[in-house]
Each structure stands twice: as C-alpha cells, then as structure tokens.
C-alpha cells in the first residue's frame, strides 16, 4: 500500500527547533517531488517547502526561508524538514505530500489534499512559551 508517514511534531517554545520526518513505502520515489504543507485552523493548506527527488531542487516560501531546511535520504525514502528559530505562527499541522511536478507547481498547488498523487495523515506542530 502506497503511503506517506509522518513524525517529529510536538510542542516547541518559540525559538526552538523540531525535525519534521516524512517515510514513504509502496511507491517508487523517483520522479517525485515531494513536499510539506501547513495548516491552520480556518486557514486554506500552504505550501511550506518543497525537495525534487531527482535533482535535489528546493521551493521554500518567503516566510521560513532562513529557518527551515528540507531534504532527503533515498535510503531511508524519508524527507525531512529542519525547523529551526520557530515562530508561534509556524503552528500548524504539517502534511507530507508527494506528486510528479516541479517543486514549485507541488508547493503552489491549489486544492493539494484533492490533487495530489500522495498525501500524509499529518503530525502537530504548537509553538507556545
């Protein structure tokens, strides 16, 4: 069964740091971009960033450039996100996401949990003090 698995969330005090992991089985990675998108209650999902399989491309968005760092292990098939100087406004659930597109059409996609080839269960990221 083709799946996305993540972990890593939890509860963070703003400026700390969490390592978002996201495993993929029962599909071949190649191909793929893969991606992690946020969401906030009442907010549409937003493309947070985004890793090509094949070249090693990145997307991030304005808002967590210089914070986070996305990247992957093809041996592992696992990609993570380094979240690093977290804001309160980082909260969220974070999903991983895969499609076969450029890195930038995977993380502006519109409707992602629809369109989307492969989408995770989601892992809770609370930024608080």
């Known amino acids: 069964q083709a799946q996305l698995v993540e972990s890593g969330g939890g509860l963070v005090q703003p400026g700390g740091s969490l390592r978002l992991s996201c495993v993929a089985s029962?599909?071949?990675?190649?191909?793929?971009?893969y991606g992690w998108f946020r969401q906030v209650p009442g907010k549409e999902l937003k493309g947070v960033s985004c890793?090509?399989?094949?070249?090693?491309?990145?997307y991030y968005a304005d808002s967590v450039k210089g914070r986070f760092t996305i990247s992957r292990d093809d041996a592992k098939k696992t990609v993570y996100l380094q979240m690093m100087n977290l804001k309160p406004e980082d909260a969220g659930v974070y999903y991983c996401?895969?499609?076969?597109?450029?890195?930038?059409?995977?993380?502006?996609?519109?409707?992602?949990?629809?369109?989307?080839?492969?989408w995770g269960e989601g892992t809770s990221v609370t930024v608080s003090s």
């Open positions: 029962g599909f071949t990675l190649d191909y793929y971009s």
């Open positions: 890793i090509n399989h094949g070249d090693g491309s990145t």
């Open positions: 996401a895969a499609h076969p597109t450029t890195v930038q059409a995977l993380c502006q996609m519109s409707a992602p949990r629809k369109n989307m080839a492969f």
